[in-house]
Structures are given as C-alpha cells and as structure tokens.
C-alpha cells in the first residue's frame, strides 16, 4: 500500500492550497481517510478525517470552516482544500487511510500512513 501525497508548498496568509494524496493497493472504501499534520515541535495532530460516502466529516476546530476534505473514488485519490491559511498552519501534512474508526481522527486508528508534504504559510 502506497499514498503519495503532494501540493505543499509556500504560501502567503490569506491564500489557499489544495493537497492531494494518491492511494494504491487498497481502494479509499477500505474504511475512512484523513489528513493529520505535525508543525514544528508540536505532536502529530486530526486535521480532518471522513468515511468516503458518508456523512458529517471530522473537522479540528481550528480548521473548521477553512478546510475542506473529498475523495475522488474514480482517481482513488483525497484531497483537502485550505482556504485563508493562517501562519499557524504551517506543517507537514500527511495523508492516511484506516479502518472505519479512523472518522474519528485518531493517529492510533490508521493502519497506512503518507509520506508527508510541507507546507508553510509565511510573508
């Protein structure tokens, strides 16, 4: 199994991102997906985790309302959209895939994890 996640990058405050993560071996009705993140010496945190198809997504409250989570089943690929990036954004992003507990955002609940991208919100 093999997510590959991209789009990280530099980015002003106030702009947007969109991450991708493409998944191969399992197909994203494995269970649920999520994004988690880790900024600098800070633990690895839930950024935003759903069951494809399903209903009412997990959102951390400091994201909520900015980020958006999907998933292309078709492409086998997840996405999170970030919108009005703050500075304390700035981490590495990484995508993973778990079993359906996963919704609730929990690290101990994936069973795949993504490579990580960086993105840094700065001026």
């Known amino acids: 199994v093999q997510l590959q996640a991209s789009g990280g990058g530099l980015v002003q405050p106030g702009n947007s991102l969109r991450l991708s993560c493409a998944v191969r071996?399992?197909?994203?009705?494995?269970?649920?997906i999520g994004w988690f993140r880790q900024a600098p010496g800070k633990k690895r945190e839930g950024v935003s985790c759903m069951v494809p198809g399903g209903h009412h997504p997990y959102y951390a409250d400091s994201v909520t309302g900015r980020f958006t989570i999907s998933a292309d089943n078709a492409k086998n690929t997840m996405y999170l959209q970030m919108n009005s990036l703050k500075q304390e954004d700035t981490a590495v992003y990484y995508c993973?895939?778990?079993?359906?507990?996963?919704?609730?955002?929990?690290?101990?609940?994936?069973?795949?994890w993504g490579q990580g991208t960086l993105v840094t919100v700065s001026s």
């Open positions: 071996g399992v197909t994203l009705d494995y269970g649920a």
């Open positions: 993973a895939v778990g079993s359906l507990l996963l919704w609730r955002c929990t690290g101990a609940d994936v069973d795949y």
